[in-house]
């Protein structure tokens, strides 16, 4: 397999870049201050935290947030519930997912930063998007792998890990298993019915990639903005009008978080050195709501939505997270959530001019990674 730096394909360089913590005038430290391999994982949201923060999170909202298990669809290959939160009035349906790779950790806490300001915060900026807007949160799509801190998740059979022929544990990226010959694992079959049955109008899948520094410069990338069928690619054009409306969340978002200090933004690519690809897979689950996959007649409305994901630098399974840039890294995806709410919201996402994604900073495109 081609060595790259995603998240998306499976391997990330290692690191040890964090950031400074001495203030956003600082942060333009290329990489900021070491923190020589050590984490620690106390910051970090386990499967129990998450629980436990969601009940608190529903009750400080005084019913505002309801959140709720997905058993009536099933539960995870290691027979875990998943949990999800509603929260908001509106008409517009957001989903927004997190962790469905186990080891891409500070996502699920941003998901929970978000659902806890929303639901306890009565700001005027809040309550206007709550009216227009429902989201649907997913913190935790793959809490197996959460636990076992994988990317993937492993198969079971009667309690045990389920072998391959060569006597090794099955596993499977979930994130790639919404295809007709997928749903391999219990996880893919419950989220996608949930899908189904709310049938989004956006979607945000949340992720962590490698290190990679942004095009022309020395400054170290704190988060991508991409879309999983490549904008102007080879299939993304001939799907409804999504070619236009995920460029134009990508620019939302770039616009409302190219001036905090702290973050250097650009679009999702990979490969490495001159060779960068924009990814074009249709396995994805992102790739799947858009292109209206009907699986087992489970969705024989062929209902689709678009969707972007934000990929922040940095996994745990490489232990390259700092603790020090954890917070920033959290409140970066907090704040691009909230900005892509607001501009769906507030109708302001479909002004936006769609060519203008081109300013999203780029490495010269060397062709499109493709599964198909
Ligand atoms: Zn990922």
């Known amino acids: 397999m081609k060595k790259v730096i995603t998240c998306a394909l499976g391997f990330t360089l290692l690191f040890s870049a964090g950031f400074s913590t001495s203030g956003m005038a600082a942060e333009t430290v290329p990489g900021g201050p070491s923190t020589n391999g050590q984490l620690s994982y106390d910051s970090l949201v386990t499967y129990e935290d998450m629980i436990k923060m969601l009940k608190d999170i529903e009750q400080t909202s005084k019913g505002k947030v309801e959140v709720?298990?997905?058993?009536?669809?099933?539960?995870?290959?290691?027979?875990?519930?998943?949990?999800?939160?509603?929260?908001?009035?509106?008409?517009?349906?957001?989903?927004?997912?997190?962790?469905?790779?186990?080891?891409?950790?500070?996502?699920?806490?941003?998901?929970?930063?978000?659902?806890?300001?929303?639901?306890?915060?009565?700001?005027?900026?809040?309550?206007?998007?709550?009216?227009?807007?429902?989201?649907?949160?997913?913190?935790?799509?793959?809490?197996?792998?959460?636990?076992?801190?994988?990317?993937?998740?492993?198969?079971?059979?009667?309690?045990?890990?389920?072998?391959?022929?060569?006597?090794?544990?099955?596993?499977?990226?979930?994130?790639?298993?919404?295809?007709?010959?997928?749903?391999?694992?219990?996880e893919s079959l419950v989220f996608y019915k949930y899908w189904a049955d709310v049938k989004p109008d956006y979607a945000v899948d949340l992720h962590h990639q490698g290190f990679k520094t942004v095009y022309g410069t020395n400054e170290s990338t704190t988060m991508s903005l991409g879309v999983s069928l490549a904008p102007n690619g080879p299939t993304l054009p001939s799907v409804k009008n999504y070619n236009d409306v995920t460029r134009q969340m990508q620019v939302y978002v770039y616009d409302a978080l190219k001036d905090y200090g702290y973050m250097h933004i650009d679009r999702y690519q990979v490969g490495s050195g001159e060779k960068r690809y924009e990814i074009d897979i249709k396995g994805g689950v992102v790739s799947a709501m858009m292109l209206g996959l009907n699986y087992n007649n489970l969705n024989p409305t062929h209902h689709s939505n678009p969707a972007i994901f934000f990929e922040t630098k940095g996994n745990t399974r490489e232990g390259n997270l700092g603790q020090k840039s954890n917070g920033y890294l959290t409140k970066q995806n907090y704040l691009g959530l909230k900005a892509i709410l607001e501009g769906i919201a507030s109708g302001k996402v479909n002004s936006v001019d769609p060519n203008r994604w081109q300013e999203i900073p780029a490495y010269p495109l060397a062709g499109y990674q493709k599964d198909y």
């Not at 709720?68 to 009035?89: C, I, N």
């Not at 806490?109 to 900026?125: M, Y």
């Open 68 to 186: 709720f298990t997905l058993d009536q669809y099933g539960k995870s290959e290691q027979d875990r519930s998943f949990y999800a939160a509603k929260v908001g009035t509106g008409p517009i349906k957001v989903w927004i997912q997190a962790q469905i790779h186990g080891d891409e950790k500070l996502t699920t806490r941003a998901v929970l930063d978000l659902l806890k300001t929303f639901g306890s915060s009565g700001s005027k900026d809040v309550e206007a998007i709550l009216k227009n807007v429902t989201i649907y949160a997913i913190p935790m799509y793959n809490p197996d792998g959460s636990i076992m801190n994988t990317r993937s998740t492993t198969l079971y059979e009667n309690g045990e890990p389920k072998l391959g022929s060569n006597g090794k544990s099955l596993t499977i990226d979930l994130n790639r298993d919404w295809a007709e010959k997928g749903f391999k694992a219990k």
